[in-house]
């Protein structure tokens, strides 16, 4: 992910140098500036044991940023600035100086930030719209809600998906939304409540396209050795 300069050195210029005048340029630098240059365009996450036990909430955001290849950093809840939020698991801060908590909110920024966010403006609302949708549903999950209030849910996604010209939510192309939805979708499974969906072609299509990413691929591959959620 890119980071500007504060320097008098003009974005235009930047775009035209060669890598080898980047390279000298950072290079020159004092280490202290090279390293808070490289400190500010950094995300930092915060989440619990640092995620190096599982992944939890923070997961589709690790996700989101292992798809653009970004850098960052996780920590405990605890080490977030005061005022982030009321719970700081996960918490996020952004190199723009963000720091926020809230799943949905942070998912949104970085769909901003990483321009994964769908472009089209019907597609951007539904997208924002799928996020809350996810977040519904983890809700509804943790609350206990009967078979029949979650079959609703399964037939309701498998239309929004069957929908999209291509297997993830949106279309081809994957989203915060996709990660957001996927992850609520391991809770389904963890609840034992997979059969809701046994005939969901759709969903059951999102959910191997998810898998097949890079970035999951990465997360999940067994010499990392961290779990998606708790066991």
Same mark, same amino acid.
């Given at each position: 992910m890119g980071c500007a300069l504060s320097s008098p050195v003009s974005d235009a210029g930047i775009v035209a140098a060669s890598d080898d005048e980047l390279k000298k340029a950072v290079g020159d630098m004092p280490d202290d500036v090279r390293k808070k240059l490289a400190g500010s365009c950094k995300y930092t996450i915060y989440y619990h044991a640092a995620c190096t036990k599982f992944y939890g909430r923070a997961f589709p955001l690790v996700l989101c940023l292992e798809t653009v290849g970004a850098e960052y950093e996780c920590f405990e809840p605890g080490a977030a600035p005061e005022g982030t939020g009321f719970v700081c698991a996960p918490a996020i801060k952004s190199p723009s100086? %963000?720091?926020?908590? *809230? &799943?949905?909110?942070?998912?949104?920024? +970085?769909?901003? !930030?990483?321009?994964?966010?769908?472009? @089209?403006?019907?597609?951007? %609302?539904?997208?924002? *719209? &799928?996020?809350?949708?996810?977040?519904? +549903?983890?809700? !509804?999950?943790?609350?206990?809600?009967? @078979?029949?209030?979650?079959?609703?849910?399964?037939?309701? &996604?498998?239309?929004?998906?069957?929908?999209?010209?291509?297997?993830?939510?949106?279309?081809?192309?994957?989203?915060?939304?996709?990660?957001?939805?996927?992850?609520?979708?391991?809770?389904?499974?963890?609840?034992?409540?997979?059969?809701?969906?046994?005939?969901?072609?759709?969903?059951?299509?999102?959910?191997?396209?998810?898998?097949?990413?890079?970035?999951?691929?990465?997360?999940?591959?067994?010499?990392?050795?961290?779990?998606?959620?708790?066991?």
């Open positions: 100086g %963000a720091c926020i908590a *809230q &799943l949905p909110a942070q998912l949104l920024m +970085l769909g901003e !930030e990483l321009s994964m966010a769908p472009k @089209d403006p019907v597609l951007r %609302a539904k997208h924002c *719209q &799928l996020i809350l949708d996810a977040n519904d +549903l983890l809700g !509804e999950i943790f609350g206990g809600k009967d @078979d029949e209030r979650l079959k609703k849910w399964m037939d309701y &996604l498998e239309k929004t998906i069957t929908a999209t010209p291509g297997v993830f939510l949106v279309g081809d192309k994957v989203t915060p939304a996709d990660f957001f939805m996927y992850f609520t979708f391991l809770w389904v499974d963890k609840k034992e409540k997979k059969s809701l969906y046994e005939s969901c072609t759709g969903v059951k299509k999102f959910m191997a396209a998810v898998e097949n990413t890079p970035a999951y691929k990465k997360l999940m591959a067994p010499s990392v050795g961290i779990a998606a959620i708790p066991g």
